[in-house]
């Protein structure tokens, strides 16, 4: 974790880039506006160079057009300023190369020859090449001892691919210089999760089922598949954001407090908690967990279509595109503690929160009409505004009121509380953090390994029941049976949103 902000921008975080991938979408409209961010900041040292590579034919110029296009295109007006962008664009170099090919890559070291800085490799491109281009990398003598990988999700497709994959790039790097992407990690508030659950013991003692009565995890995407059919179709939303993103956020709630924040400490915690899912019987599978299908509806207003129809799309698809399910964590902080996770695409809202309920007091004065709002929640907003508000009663004001409770947020909504703080992207945290070496906010391979195999045990009761995925019409809330899953248990999604 970040000592000093001192040591940010120092000269000693200098790298050579080399980013696999660099014309890609991810490349394009991600990775290379947080790069142009952390130059804006002066984060990004002097003498840091940035080598794209894919396999079209591109001079230099034209690639910095390329990218130029992209940043012009993602970055608010206020953020594009020309000192910067030239100053940017001068980094950037492009070599064409087709990564499966080791001949080629002996441009890779001689661009490297000379450097005295740590070269990162980062690897936008289709994990089942990862294996490849490590292996080419070393073979034409482009690595050193300081050489650090970045690997993006998801690290296969089960269990096993993903140990294939780990394999391949093991055979290469050591565990310490390989740095898996989640970027839920590097969201601001899934940072300040940390800082809230360890930095303040009024949540600290209070963290554990004699105190939580059941936790709420949504990530809803109000868009659909993005031209990603191809991608979407064999993962579906299980293996695209639960595998990753959720059960991370799932870790990062219920874990227990680490001995320190380095990442080793903090990357063990986690582990436990995947290691303490339960796995879904036959009967559970049914009853709580729900798979559903957009179907045409609406967004924005807009007709759209639904996911059989999308461009690229087989009519026959059984994929998932919302999951719902209502998780055990077997420890005992977490005994007969729901957790109840959904996600899906085309949702009516872009919002990712997480809703701790408190349980109620052991005995009840209040009016009994509002029994049922007479409990704390902590809601953490990840996005779109980010922000944490505590729920808590108090008196209702007026004379006329008697004793009557009022349900009201104690807020903290960091665009009010850091009004010219501009919050950084995900990747770009990520990225500062792979330049000053640090893994804390990074994956170790256990824990994507955990995830894979309890999902895995999931995927294989979907099979064996052959039941198609329920409908849901795009721009609603999913299907039916992800309301009925939490009612069932006389509760509701939260929906103050
Ligand atoms: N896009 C997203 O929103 C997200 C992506 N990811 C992950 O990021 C990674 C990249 O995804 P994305 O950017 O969408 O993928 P794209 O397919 O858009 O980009 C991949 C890039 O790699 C190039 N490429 C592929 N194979 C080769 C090869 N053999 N030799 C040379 N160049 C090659 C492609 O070139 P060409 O165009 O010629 O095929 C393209 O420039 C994947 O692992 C994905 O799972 C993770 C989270 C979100
Ligand atoms: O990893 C992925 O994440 C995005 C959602 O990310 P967000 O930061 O916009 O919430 C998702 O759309 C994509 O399918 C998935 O691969």
């Known amino acids: 974790m970040s000592q000093s902000h001192a040591l940010l921008g120092d000269p000693k975080h200098a790298i050579d880039l080399a980013l696999f991938g660099a014309l890609g979408d991810l490349a394009m409209r991600k990775l290379f506006p947080a790069l142009y961010q952390l130059d804006r900041e002066g984060l990004m040292p002097e003498s840091t160079r940035i080598m794209g590579l894919a396999r079209q034919e591109h001079d230099t110029a034209a690639f910095r057009q390329l990218v130029n296009g992209a940043l012009q295109k993602r970055l608010k007006k206020e953020e594009q300023d020309k000192e910067s962008l030239t100053r940017f664009l001068s980094r ?20 490297r020859e000379g ?18 281009i490590c292996h080419n990398l070393q073979a034409s003598d482009s690595l050193d001892d300081d050489t650090r990988v970045v690997v993006e ?23 310490s210089r390989i740095y898996r992407i989640d970027h839920y990690l590097g969201k601001e508030t899934v940072q300040n999760l940390i800082a809230l659950r360890f930095a303040n013991p009024l949540f600290g003692t209070q963290w554990n089922q004699n105190h939580i009565s059941h936790v709420e995890i949504t990530v809803a995407e109000k868009v659909g598949i993005e031209g990603r059919w191809g991608y979407f179709d064999e993962a ?17 709630i219920a874990m227990d407090p680490p001995s320190n924040l380095d990442a080793d400490a903090i990357r063990d915690e986690k582990v436990k908690v995947l290691k303490a899912l339960k796995p879904f019987t036959g009967e559970a599978l049914g009853r709580d967990v729900v798979r559903g299908q957009y179907i045409a509806g609406t967004s924005n207003g807009q007709a759209v279509p639904g996911y059989l129809e999308e461009e690229g799309a087989n009519p026959q698809s059984q994929t998932e595109t919302f999951v719902a399910m209502k998780i055990e964590v077997t420890n005992w902080r977490w005994a007969g503690v729901p957790f109840y996770l959904r996600t899906g695409k085309r949702l009516p809202e872009k919002l990712s929160q997480i809703v701790i309920h408190f349980r109620q007091q052991p005995h009840y004065i209040f009016d009994p009409d509002q029994r049922g709002i007479a409990s704390n929640k902590l809601i953490i907003r990840l996005q779109p505004e980010e922000g944490i508000a505590l729920q808590v009663l108090t008196k209702d004001s007026g004379l006329d009121k008697g004793m009557r409770l009022r ?22 945290r990520l990225l500062l953090e792979v330049m000053k070496g640090q893994q804390y906010l990074f994956v170790r391979r256990d824990e994507v390994e955990h995830a894979w195999r309890w999902c895995d045990q999931l995927i294989d009761g979907w099979k064996a029941r052959e039941a198609a995925p329920r409908r849901y019409p795009a721009g609603s809330w999913g299907p039916v049976a992800s309301i009925a899953m939490i009612t069932q248990d006389g509760r509701s999604w939260y929906e103050d949103y």
């Open 115 to 132: 450097a005295n800085r740590p070269m990162v490799v980062y690897l936008s491109v289709a994990a089942r090449i990862y294996g490849d």
């Open 92 to 111: 950037l170099d492009y070599l064409k190369l087709d990564f499966t090919n080791a001949e080629g890559f002996e441009a890779v070291r001689q661009w």
């Open 236 to 252: 579906g939303q299980l293996r695209d954001m639960v595998q990753n993103h959720l059960l991370q956020l799932l870790c990062l």
């Open 153 to 175: 999700k998801p690290i296969g497709y089960d269990l096993a691919s993903s140990k294939e994959i780990n394999d391949a790039i093991g055979a290469v790097f050591p565990e």
């Open 407 to 428: 349900q009201g947020p104690l807020h903290l909504d960091f665009n009010s509380v850091f009004p010219k703080a501009r919050i950084p992207d995900a990747y770009e």
